[in-house]
């Protein structure tokens, strides 16, 4: 469970957190190492916040690219590529189209200058210039028309190509924002949602952050394996969705821990989708078909702050996480409203580069 608590101007940053994590360690402050730290501050993988816990003060970029090609692979890093390729060329044939374009009308314009020039010729007798005049700009402008027909042709099928590398970035950022385990939103969506949760002012009222933590689910890992617990860290997601307002934002937003963001209900009626969900996991069936062994029965604690009653993202998420806790110490498997005057009495350390 998250249970970091701290006054309004110390609220944890993320990223400020994340670079003084890695200027701590030596790390070169550039992408590829970011995601890694990213990844690991938000203790989702257990497997790699330990190894690279486990590089110290000593960790080379050679040792960071091995482990991020270990958990990450390389294809994310293909798309991008292949995304900047494909674009940088058909914005290069794009502007080839236009010069032509360009000089094309020069030409044209070029023409009506000289028409106009033997138009106002004395020395020519006026069925003649009538005569070359129309003939001129006659095949002056079918030309013209030709070809920028063949330019609208073209651009068209530059705008095709160009719409399908922003489909393939936006796939690329889908998977990048879910949660593989629970095909949930993951922690990057969730912070990118919260911080735009404020944008419109007027609409505060009705938006509020939900934190939810399985009750005991350490417990859960220690006693029957991780992979049981990864099947139900999938139910709960699977629960969670099935009995919220569709529409409602869910993320997975490390270990245990979900968060949703809805929009345009009241406390009440926020208080009510919570009980629906806590009730519905709290009736769910956690057994194993083949062996019998039941792991049950599996309950989350809630908490929860309305958006108008916080100034900021953080200090909304520090408030729900405070409603959380007081859920927790309650006696758990229940949902709490943050109101003035709850107070928690313990805080976390975020250095994640601490062994």
Not at 258 to 274: K, R, S, W, Y
Request: proline content about 3%.
């Amino acid at each position: 469970m998250n249970t970091a608590t701290t006054p309004k101007a110390q609220v944890p940053d993320i990223a400020a957190q994340i670079t003084f994590a890695m200027r701590a360690m030596g790390i070169a402050a550039i992408p590829r190492n970011y995601e890694l730290f990213y990844e690991a501050y938000l203790g989702s993988n257990p497997a790699l916040t330990r190894d690279l816990a486990g590089f110290g003060s000593r960790a080379t970029q050679e040792e960071l690219d091995h482990l991020g090609q270990q958990y990450f692979g390389s294809h994310h890093t293909r798309t991008l590529e292949s995304a900047h390729a494909k674009i940088i060329h058909e914005l290069d044939g794009l502007l080839r189209l236009l010069k032509q374009e360009q000089s094309s009308l020069e030409s044209y314009n070029k023409l009506l200058g000289e028409t106009y020039t033997r138009i106002n010729s004395k020395s020519t007798a006026s069925a003649d210039i009538l005569r070359n005049a129309i003939s001129i700009l006659t095949e002056a402008t079918g030309d013209t028309m030709a070809h920028g027909e063949k330019t609208v042709e073209s651009v068209g099928l530059r705008s095709q190509d160009l719409d399908q590398v922003r489909r393939e970035l936006d796939e690329y950022k889908r998977i990048a924002n879910t949660d593989s385990l629970t095909r949930l939103a993951n922690r990057r969506a969730f912070d990118e949602r919260l911080a735009a949760l404020y944008d419109s002012p007027a609409t505060l009222g009705l938006k509020s952050l939900v934190l939810i933590d399985i009750d005991h689910f350490k417990k859960v890992n220690d006693t029957y394996g991780h992979p049981v617990g990864d099947k139900i860290l999938a139910t709960v997601a699977t629960v969670i969705r099935a009995n919220l307002r569709k529409g409602s934002f869910v993320a997975r937003t490390g270990g245990e821990e979900f968060a949703v963001l809805i929009e345009g209900n009241t406390p009440d009626e926020i208080n009510q989708m919570c009980e629906r969900v806590r009730s519905a996991l709290e009736s769910t069936p956690f057994k194993n078909s083949k062996t019998g062994v039941n792991y049950g029965p599996i309950t989350i604690s809630l908490g929860y702050c309305m958006a108008a009653d916080a100034e900021d993202p953080g200090e909304l998420y520090a408030k729900a996480d405070v409603a959380l806790y007081c859920a927790k110490n309650a006696g758990r498997n229940r949902t709490k409203f943050f109101e003035d005057g709850m107070k928690k009495d313990f805080s976390k350390s975020w250095l994640i580069y601490k062994r």
